[in-house]
């Protein structure tokens, strides 16, 4: 299996909570029969240019450096992979699964908030599949493609308004296009400049996957990264009505979910629960009246 973009995805670690642990599958418990994941045809229908409440700046122009068709093609191709192999151990939810037709019909509401983050969102092919394991975990990959684990689902009893709250967070990263940006600085810095460069070569994907692979796991989302995704995600998912105060709930669960492990070092390189809460409680009054206006619209 080749989990290099897995791994870059989960190092967002929705990002200090998900799991320590490196990504793994299809605990047996886990079992679908293999069926072709969701593709959400209906897109991004643009929601128009709606002002934004968060203020989160303009994305950084360093990721200029590394062609976002290039990032995204990769990702697709990964997508594909990683859904592939758990496909093939029988992990992957079919269409017909209460709990990712829950998925799709948040990620419908949350979809057409996008492109007022990234005008490229537009085009995205946006597709949302779940995967069986314990993981608390969730990604986008650039270009639109998310993944839920059971997991998290099941373990943190997550209410629509709180599911929603992580997939605006993870879709963020992708629209403020977080990972080009460490693609970028990491081959300016020449860290990852094998990466970058293969990245940009890209003529046998497969090599350039495994290669990848561990150089990405050391690969992370920075503070500013955090922040920004809790407040973009908050955002998206108010505009699609859901309850702002959701995502307070949902990093309470996540803490509480997390024990012992909230002196892991990750907390080094990523904002605290409680730091990441307090910002969402500040943020929470200048999204209200969105919510407000998305539930007379409905
Ligand atoms: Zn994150």
């Known amino acids: 299996m080749t989990t290099s973009w897995l791994s870059f995805a989960t190092m967002c670690w929705l990002c200090d909570f998900k799991t320590p642990s490196s990504p793994t599958t299809a605990p047996s418990e886990h079992r679908w029969n293999a069926r072709r994941g969701f593709l959400l045809a209906a897109g991004a229908s643009a929601a128009g240019t709606a002002l934004a409440q968060v203020d989160v700046g303009s994305a950084s122009s360093m990721r200029n450096l590394v062609p976002a068709e290039t990032l995204e093609n ?39 908030h996008t492109a007022q983050w990234n005008p490229r969102a537009k085009e995205w092919k ?19 493609k998310i993944a839920f ?41 020449g860290l ?16 350039v996957a495994a290669d990848m692979g561990t150089q990405l796991l050391s690969l992370k989302y920075s503070r500013d990264d955090e922040t920004e995704a809790d407040l973009v995600g908050l955002e998206i998912a108010v505009r699609a009505g859901y309850k702002p105060e959701a995502s307070v709930n949902l990093w309470k669960k996540m803490q509480a979910a997390s024990g012992g492990n909230n002196n892991a070092s990750f907390l080094s390189t990523h904002p ?7 910002e969402l409680e500040a943020n929470i009054p200048k999204v209200q009246h969105l919510y407000e206006q998305a539930q007379r619209m409905k």
């Open 74 to 112: 990769s990702a697709r191709q990964q997508y594909a992979q990683v859904i592939a192999d758990a496909r093939s151990k029988n992990a992957l939810a079919p269409d017909g699964h209460p709990q990712l037709q829950r998925l799709h019909e948040i990620a419908k509401r949350l979809i057409p």
């Open 126 to 144: 946006w597709q949302v599949n779940l995967i069986g394991s314990k993981q608390l975990n969730a990604w986008c990959m650039p270009g639109g």
């Open 149 to 189: 684990y059971t997991g998290i689902l099941d373990q943190l009893q997550l209410t629509d308004d709180e599911a929603a709250m992580i997939m605006g967070h993870e879709m963020a990263h992708a629209l403020r296009e977080h990972a080009r940006e460490r693609m970028a600085k990491s081959q300016v810095t």
């Open 192 to 207: 990852g400049l094998s990466i970058a460069s293969q990245l940009l070569g890209l003529g046998q994907l497969g090599n």
């Open 272 to 278: 605290s629960g409680a730091n990441r809460i307090q």
